[in-house]
């Protein structure tokens, strides 16, 4: 494996005032502190590559253990940010921190290497043009970027592609036909190899079947699938038609279908009969019918107008009932469909997608993604961020594509860079917790990508569950969803990685469309649980209340001050809204507001905090809920904690945290708790300790594996629930309740 080449750096724990007293912007090196952790950088604080092996790190975007990965923005829409001066500890809270170079053999064959942020300083138009030229354009772009309603930009002006197309037909076109594009694992172990030559037929199919059913470019089609290849099938299918799709996850309820559907006007509906999950056939399709009629004792509700056919894919062979004149089988319509269509060409700016994200209360928020700027930088980013090789790489990235990153690193950034990826359909303990080390050594999977809730989750199982597999094709590691803290980085680079594999830890949203902070595999020394740069063409700052830019130490707010070719391009039906959400905390600046704390450490390396929001308040202090938890995490005995503030008559707010015990940690009571809070203590600050810590079996999550706080917090607090019909398993409330 080699040596470790790392440095030991000072702790940079301590309070530091997230909104107050500030370093002022004086960057170290010209490039500023964004910039600081490229290894080749010639700035004497810059952390330099030194002989070794590689690693990088991981931090933000969505996923569940046990339904796959969910959205980069498992954050919610931006709320009020206070404006108190507050305070804040660094993320890293370990007394020395290691840092990772990258390895010569590594960095001798990346993709990228400096000279892509050379080139991108020096124009990042020009940078992004170039970037574009990844893919076919059936006539050319006339202007880079019009930025002149801002803030709603235009990219690649007047320039003309089908996405469908650069996913697909150019591959079998360019003699790759014969490549496998997907290798499909279904959950009871039924298994499919679709080429590139086999994908084409079938989107031909699919999309000629739309056609028949009268479907133009630009309606709606809303999709309410499981992870199966007739889902990519769909989405691709939409794409070549430039039909906008709207993708829903299927383990939603049929009111949240249904406020999307509406929403949208969606026209038709593709979904399945039933999925697999644990074993079981699960029922899908009464959810839809559930949607798609009006409620029950609502003379106003006549059901959903829009929608004039369901199609339904027979996966589970489940009986499910029909609507004659609405509803038709896959198998008696798109398989019977000629194979063979024409795609044709779409503005750049054309509507690809549309995409609800989880916001707070109300109607429901469909950020809308358009082609040309968007298939740019998912194909840029895959390609650079992930080291991608096509016809050598086995790419797995975990996802669903009820989530944004099953849209940009499954279906399009990896299809446009002609990948061979793994598509798993089922959970990862389904027969058993080996189930997705199986798969990695089954396929060869050399670049797995994945999240911090699913890391966490193998941690607690044991690593004698991995180390039973010969994980040794993996060569990359990725993380999204959240911040990772450094334990977890760790071990998934030991455990999963061989101890060699560089981490990348992405962060992005559904909003941002791509990855936009990461380490460059490569050419970055990496931190565990820092996301060390913004990538080359992406421009990013750390300010406080007054738009004043932060500098090394510096803890603020995470906001874009330039536009990029992924970014939303609206919230569909209701621009005012995504002005305000976005666009009205720095309007005389024209950033772009992330909802996300961050801040810059000694060295430059850029920590993301979690969401403004997820900030707590003890005794006039700002202590981050993630800093807590990663404290918590990195004893021995915890494998995953959630942290909540509660009100508190003394200190404005105490700290509550329910931890789950590693397998095979005993439960000491009063003793592990004691610890615990002397961890934190110890780590953090004794301001930070925990009043009340509830060691449980479970944590309440999402069916997209996020942890709802929300209902700790009620918990804590002694209010009543309320709705937990999101939850993965509502009955989770009962354990903890009796503990």
């Known amino acids: 494996m080699g040596g470790e080449a790392t440095r030991s750096f000072p702790s940079h724990i301590g309070a530091t005032a997230l909104f107050g007293e500030q370093p002022a912007a004086t960057p170290p090196c010209r490039d500023g502190p964004s910039r600081i952790p490229l290894a080749q950088h010639d700035c004497p604080t810059a952390l330099r590559a030194e002989t070794g092996t590689t690693d990088d790190n991981i931090a933000a975007e969505d996923s569940g253990p046990l339904d796959g990965l969910n959205d980069p923005d498992a954050h919610h829409a931006p709320t009020a940010v206070e404006k108190e001066a ?5 993320a890293a809270n370990s007394s020395e921190l290691a840092v990772f170079a990258p390895g010569r053999e590594f960095t001798a064959t990346a993709n ?10 020096e124009d990042r138009l020009a940078f992004w043009a170039k970037q574009a030229e990844r893919l076919h354009w059936h006539a050319p772009f006339s202007e880079v970027l019009d930025w002149s309603d801002a803030p709603v930009a235009k990219w690649f002006v007047n320039g003309r592609l089908n996405v469908a197309y650069n996913c697909v037909d150019r591959h079998v076109l360019a003699g790759n036909g014969d490549r496998v594009a997907i290798h499909f694992e279904g959950e009871p172990g039924d298994t499919r190899d679709l080429t590139y030559h086999d994908l084409l037929a079938e989107v031909s199919k699919a999309a000629n079947t739309f056609t028949g059913l009268g479907l133009v470019a630009g309606d709606r089609v809303a999709i309410y699938m499981p992870m199966i290849p007739q889902a990519i099938v ?6 070549r038609l430039g039909l906008t799709h709207s993708v829903v996850f299927a383990g939603f309820s049929a009111a949240a279908l249904r406020s999307r559907i509406d929403d949208a006007e969606a026209k038709l509906v593709v979904t399945v009969d039933g999925q697999w999950r644990r074993g079981q056939a699960a029922p899908l399709k009464p959810a839809v019918d559930e949607a798609l009629a009006g409620a029950a004792g609502d003379p106003t509700d006549a059901g959903a107008a829009s929608v004039t056919h369901v199609l339904v894919v027979k996966r589970t062979g489940i009986d499910v009932d029909t609507t004659e004149g609405r509803d038709l089988w896959w198998h008696e319509t798109v398989e019977k469909a000629s194979d063979t269509h024409q795609a044709q060409p779409f503005d750049s700016e054309h509507p690809l997608f549309i995409l609800y994200t989880s916001g707070t209360t109300g109607k429901p928020k469909g950020i809308i993604h358009t082609s040309g700027g ?25 996802a669903d594509i009820g989530w944004v990153t099953g849209h940009s690193y499954i279906v399009y950034g990896p299809l446009s860079n002609g990948v061979t990826q793994v598509v798993y359909e089922g959970t990862p303990n389904s027969p058993d917790e080996h189930r997705h080390f199986q798969i990695i050594e089954k396929y060869g999977v050399s670049i797995y990508y994945t999240a911090p809730t699913l890391v966490r989750t193998f941690m607690k199982w044991g690593r004698d569950i991995p180390d039973a597999h010969d994980l040794s094709s993996i060569r990359l590691l990725g993380s999204v969803g ?4 450094p334990e977890a980085w760790k071990w998934f680079r030991e455990v999963i990685g061989g101890n060699t594999a560089p981490i990348v830890d992405t962060w992005w949203q559904t909003e941002t469309g791509a990855i936009m902070i990461s380490p460059l595999p490569g050419i970055t020394a990496t931190k565990p649980g820092s996301a060390m740069a913004p990538l080359p ?15 090394a130490g510096g803890s603020g707010y995470l906001v874009l001050d330039k536009p990029w070719p992924a970014m939303l391009r609206g919230i569909w039906g209701d621009m005012d809204r995504y002005r305000e959400t976005y666009w009205s905390r720095y309007p005389e600046q024209g950033w772009y507001f992330a909802g996300d704390g961050a801040k810059y450490d000694e060295d430059g390396a850029l920590w993301v905090l979690g969401r403004v929001d997820d900030v707590m308040n003890v005794s006039g202090h700002r202590i981050s809920t993630s800093e ?14 959630a942290v909540v503030g509660a009100a508190d008559e003394t200190t404005g707010q105490g700290i509550v945290a329910f931890v789950i015990l590693r397998e095979g940690t005993p439960n000491t009571g009063d003793t592990l708790i004691a610890e615990l809070k002397a961890e934190v203590s110890r780590e953090i600050s004794p301001i930070a300790k925990p009043r009340q810590i509830t060691i449980v079996p479970e944590l309440p999550k999402t069916r997209s594996g996020k942890i709802m706080r929300r209902l ?12 937990t019909s999101t939850l993965v398993d509502p009955k989770v409330f009962d354990t903890i309740h009796g503990k």
């Not at 895959?382 to 797995?396: L, M």
């Open 86 to 90: 507050v305070t804040m500890t660094s």
């Open 112 to 121: 990228a290497g400096p000279e892509l942020q050379a080139a991108a300083d």
């Open 234 to 239: 769909t989405m691709l299918a939409c794409a």
């Open 374 to 398: 968007y298939l740019t930088q998912a194909s840029y980013t895959h390609h650079n961020v992930f080291d991608h090789k096509a016809g050598q790489d086995v790419y797995w990235c975990t």
């Open 482 to 485: 959240e911040p990772i803290n």
């Open 537 to 551: 063409g992406i421009s990013a700052k750390i300010v406080d209340d007054d738009a004043n830019e932060l500098g």
């Open 628 to 641: 807590v938890e990663s404290a918590l995490v990195g004893h021995h005995g915890v494998a995953e904690a």
């Open 712 to 723: 700790l917090k009620d918990i804590a607090e002694g209010r009543d629930l309320g709705d």
